[in-house]
Structures are given as structure tokens and as C-alpha cells.
């Protein structure tokens, strides 16, 4: 009987949100999940799931348990150097009192945002929850300082993005790294440059907003940010010493899931004539060269700590193993081999 229930319970939960198109398509009350599980289950909010998804492979959720649920793996997710600044950052306890805002971190906006996106732009639909949980919703790339940046680089990207030519990641990607740089420069005719060796004087988004100016790790991650802030799955990756050794320099760019669930890597484009794209020919990139791997090794930087299989070394922070990572070496060798 109780099974039943159960049962009867799951269909009028799912039923009615999953689109004739079989599209996984949330709103303003559910949030719709791309959802490869074939088994029951129940997650961190304790609602039961339904046994098999839809018949679109789409599970459904109320946005107050889909808002839990990020909440709760941002929280466990937590790199170690920000324990230490839970509060602060907006991971409540039950005997903090809410006075002049002193409990209102940045997670709060980070979730509620990030959400709104899974909403509002239709790339998002087929994002399975851990990949958006770990390359949308996180606010963090390393360890640039955190900051609440989320609401001012939706406010920016969103205008950029109400077009009906943008239907597709690759079309978020390429009109943002188009339009970014002058949209955040500090007057009408200026533009955010690049600017070497300010890793790690600036480098956190607030930081390069402010100054208008960044080396290549700091423009990487103001780029992510904003196509996360746009609800598209990006990361930052990189080599910590070319040819493994760190006299030679180092390097961060930044990679992009595209629609077909791989990653792609891109350079960001500030004041440049020619802008970066992901249908770009790869070896048109100055580091994509065979007689660079494998002997400088690649990494992505990730925030599941429970899924690395390695850490992101940081060429400013060289003993740090506290960002999670995966080691993306293989993957540079087998597409800058074939470049002359």
C-alpha cells in the first residue's frame, strides 16, 4: 500500500513538468534534471525519486529541493582553505542570527542564480546535476579570493545572451568572449587587456574588473565565471611549467563542455581582432605543439574532491594540493600531436 502511494505520488509529481518535445526543461517552480540513473533512490533532501526518470530520460525536482541540494554540495565540496570562512561565506549554522545581513554570504545568490540560468537558457536542459553542480554552479576556480560576482556578471552576460541566433553553447561561448571584455572595461572606449606576469597580484574577477587588466590564469577565470553565470559548464586548465620545468613558464586557459558532453578548450579573447571559438582549428592556438607534450603536463581544475583523481598544481602556489583535479595531459597530446 505504502508502495503504491509512493508510486501514485512520483507520477503527479513528474508527469506534468516533462515537455511533449522531451525536452528537460525547468521553470519557475521545478528545476528538470537530464538524468542518466536507472534505479530508485533519495537525495540529500530526502525526496524520492522516481524509479526510471521520464520516458525522456528527465527526474524532476522542486526548486526548494534542488536549492537544498546545492546548497548542501557546495557545502561538502568546500575547499580546504574557505573552511575556515563557512560563515562568511553564507553556510549557516541553526544558531547564527540573521542581523544586518551578517548571514547572507555568497552561496546564497550563487545558488539562486545559478537556478534562474537552469531556467532561463534552453543549453541547460540536457546538463546532468553533477555537471552542473561542479562547472555551473561552483563560485570558485582555485584559490583567487571569493567574492560575490555572480549577480554582476549575470547582469552583464544576460543582455548578451537575448538573441535568438544564440541557441547552442558554442554560440554562448562565442558571443560572450566577444562582448565581455568591453562590457566590464571601466570606460565606454576601454577594453580588459592582457597584461603578464599578475598572477597572483590580480587575478580573482573583481580584482581584474577593478583594474581592468589581467594575466592569462585571471581572464581565464573571469571567463568561466561568466559562462557559468550563463549556465555553460567551463573550467580551468592549464600547465603549471612548460616542459616540466617551472623556469619556462606556465599557462591557464580554459575548457568548455559542449553539447555533445566533452571538453573543448578555448583561449579568452580580451582586445583581440580575432576571437576565440570552439569550432576553431585547435592548432591555430600557439601552445597546441606536438614537442610541448607530453612533457608539459595538463590539469583541470574540478571542485568534487571525492571524484579527483589528482590535484590542480599552481604554479603561484606550488606546494598547494587543496584544489582538486584530473589530469588532462592525454587528451593535449592526442589533439596537438597531429599540429605542424
Request: hydrophobic residues 40%; negative net charge.
Amino acid at each position: 500500500m505504502m508502495h503504491q502511494a509512493w508510486s501514485t505520488l512520483i507520477l503527479a509529481f513528474v508527469a506534468p513538468h516533462v515537455s511533449k518535445g522531451c525536452s528537460c526543461r525547468s521553470n519557475s517552480t521545478h528545476i528538470v534534471w537530464k538524468c542518466p540513473l536507472k534505479k530508485a533512490f533519495l537525495d540529500s533532501s530526502r525526496t524520492l525519486l522516481a524509479e526510471d526518470c521520464s520516458g525522456c530520460g528527465c527526474r524532476v525536482q522542486l526548486r526548494a529541493h534542488a536549492e537544498r541540494d546545492c546548497l548542501h554540495y557546495l557545502r561538502k565540496s568546500i575547499m580546504p582553505f574557505d573552511v575556515p570562512y563557512m560563515e562568511t561565506m553564507g553556510f549557516v549554522s541553526d544558531d547564527d542570527v540573521n542581523v544586518d545581513g551578517l548571514d547572507s554570504g555568497l552561496v546564497g545568490p550563487t545558488v539562486s542564480l545559478a537556478l534562474d540560468a537552469k531556467v532561463l537558457y534552453t543549453w541547460t536542459d540536457d546538463l546532468r546535476q553533477e555537471i552542473f553542480n561542479e562547472y555551473v554552479l561552483n563560485y570558485a576556480n582555485v584559490n583567487e579570493a571569493r567574492s560575490n560576482w555572480r549577480p554582476l556578471l549575470d547582469k552583464v552576460v544576460r543582455p548578451m545572451l537575448d538573441d535568438d541566433s544564440v541557441e547552442t553553447i558554442e554560440d554562448v561561448v562565442r558571443v560572450i568572449n566577444t562582448k565581455l571584455w568591453k562590457a566590464l572595461a571601466r570606460g565606454d572606449d576601454e577594453c580588459i587587456t592582457f597584461q603578464s606576469g599578475q598572477t597572483p597580484l590580480i587575478f580573482d574577477p573583481m580584482s581584474v574588473i577593478a583594474f581592468g587588466y589581467a594575466s592569462c590564469t585571471g581572464l581565464a577565470i573571469l571567463f568561466i565565471n561568466a559562462l557559468r553565470a550563463a549556465g555553460t559548464p567551463a573550467r580551468l586548465v592549464g600547465t603549471p611549467a612548460w616542459h616540466g620545468q617551472r623556469e619556462n613558464g606556465n599557462h591557464n586557459w580554459v575548457e568548455v563542455m559542449a553539447e555533445d558532453g566533452k571538453w573543448y578548450f578555448i583561449e579568452p579573447s580580451p582586445a583581440q581582432e580575432t576571437v576565440d571559438t570552439l569550432d576553431r582549428d585547435p592548432c591555430e592556438r600557439w601552445f597546441c605543439q606536438p614537442d610541448r607534450f607530453p612533457d608539459s603536463e595538463v590539469f583541470a581544475a574540478r571542485l568534487d574532491r571525492d571524484k579527483a583523481g589528482t590535484h590542480y598544481p599552481m604554479a603561484w602556489e606550488w606546494n598547494s594540493i587543496d584544489v582538486p583535479g584530473v589530469n588532462r595531459t592525454q587528451y593535449y597530446i592526442d589533439v596537438c600531436s597531429r599540429c605542424k
